[in-house]
């Protein structure tokens, strides 16, 4: 596997060449965990995979991406700079030398890649205002998690609930639970994974000091979302989780360890909500008294119809520490809301929940490669690009 996005000249025309190819963009790694499952599927269908490393994001981006890459255990994909997949394409006579590319969102740089088809990759939840924008008209297939997504996107057959991919390990129960062992080891104390966002609504700096007091008493884990480990504009929120949380950050483990062995979960208008909902997990939200202000601006792309703030109907939000001990020590009735926490995951988060939505996806992919499932009659479709694009 070519494992440096800055050097991939040499086997580009070659791996430029094949009809069944489907390209994979990623401008940061946790995309490939989006794609992983759905990889596979393809790969067993006899489709070529390559991972496009967008090159022309900001440096710190592009390292993380590179030094993920490096360490990714497998040699059955191509690994591809979109500079050099740009470059190649120029100079060859192969007009679409991809058959389709997947993408989590709309990104100009996506309009410079010739290929027949574009297929959108969900990778959250949390922002509706910003996940079901315009831009969604961009592509032949949406894979839709469930009904919520799909009622919102699907324009002339271009939705598909196929169910999360990311999750299919965990309902295979097929990840390492070793991690989770170890993190149990003391019964009395209960395993608390602690998930903020990134940006405006982080709860970061509300919380940050009084979560600290509960690390005598529980094994408090804080996983940092992907942006706040990189992004210089994030040097806050990283700042505050390495002074209170020196000891317990594990923002590089796996995630389905990390989820099996909690008890519970914290976190804020994150797209990680629904991961920990997904898991069943006793889910608590942290509130700021800034969150009605951060709303009615419409900056953060979360208001109060969005998933991450409708979400609480059926999970507890706390807005100070007692609060939050009461969900953690007294007497919540966590199983007052199970019924409709199980009806959101199913619309939400996962319409199978069975550990098969990457080979749902693949299936869809390939019907549309081999098909052309899009239709030349979609002119609602046809026309809204041609406005937009």
């Known amino acids: 596997m070519q494992t440096n996005p800055d050097n991939l000249a040499a086997q580009q025309h070659k791996a430029m060449s094949s009809a069944n190819c489907v390209g994979f963009y990623m401008e940061t790694s946790f995309h490939y965990r ?17 991972l496009i490393v967008n090159d022309l994001l900001a440096p710190e981006y592009r390292q993380e991406m590179v030094d993920f890459i490096k360490n990714l255990p497998r040699s059955d994909l191509c690994i591809q700079a979109l500079t050099s997949v740009v470059h190649a394409q120029d100079m060859s006579e192969n007009k679409e030398p991809y058959a389709c590319i997947v993408s989590p969102y709309y990104a100009p740089a996506l309009q410079d890649i ?33 009904e919520h997504t799909y009622q919102r996107l699907n324009i002339y057959n271009t939705g598909e609930i196929v169910g999360n991919p990311r999750f299919d390990s965990w309902h295979r129960h097929t990840f390492d639970t070793s991690l989770a062992k170890v993190l149990k080891r003391d019964p009395e104390r209960p395993v608390v994974l602690y998930a903020p966002t990134f940006g405006e609504l982080s709860s970061l700096p509300d919380w940050a000091e009084k979560l600290s007091q509960l690390q005598k008493e529980t094994t408090l884990l804080l996983k940092l979302h992907h942006r706040t480990q990189i992004d210089p504009a994030e040097h806050h929120a990283l700042s505050l989780a390495q002074q209170y949380f020196k000891c317990n950050l594990i923002s590089h483990q796996p995630l389905f360890p990390l989820l099996h062995a909690a008890d519970f979960v914290l976190t804020d208008s994150s797209g990680f909500i629904f991961d920990a909902l997904h898991a069943g997990k006793k889910t608590i939200l942290l509130s700021s008294p800034r969150i009605a ?9 979360s208001d109060k ?13 706390v807005t100070d520490i007692s609060g939050l001990r009461d969900c953690l020590f007294g007497e919540y009735d966590w199983h007052s809301k199970e019924v409709e926490r199980a ?24 019907n549309l490669i081999e098909q052309g499932e899009c239709g030349e009659t979609n002119f609602l479709l046809q026309s809204l690009r041609a406005k937009l694009f």
């Open 34 to 50: 989006v794609y992983e499952n759905i990889i596979d599927a393809l790969l067993k269908l006899g489709y070529q995979c390559h």
């Open 343 to 366: 009806d959101y995951r199913h619309r939400y988060c996962d319409g199978f929940q069975d550990g098969y939505a990457g080979e749902r996806a693949a299936k869809v992919i390939v």
């Open 305 to 317: 119809e969005s998933a991450d703030q409708t979400v609480k109907q059926v999970l507890p939000e």
């Open 114 to 146: 010739k290929t027949r088809h574009h297929v959108r990759a969900i990778y959250g939840l949390a922002k509706d205002r910003w996940g079901h924008e315009w831009w969604n008209v961009f592509y032949d297939k949406v894979l839709c998690y469930g």
């Open 293 to 301: 202000e951060q709303l009615a601006g419409g900056e953060t792309y």
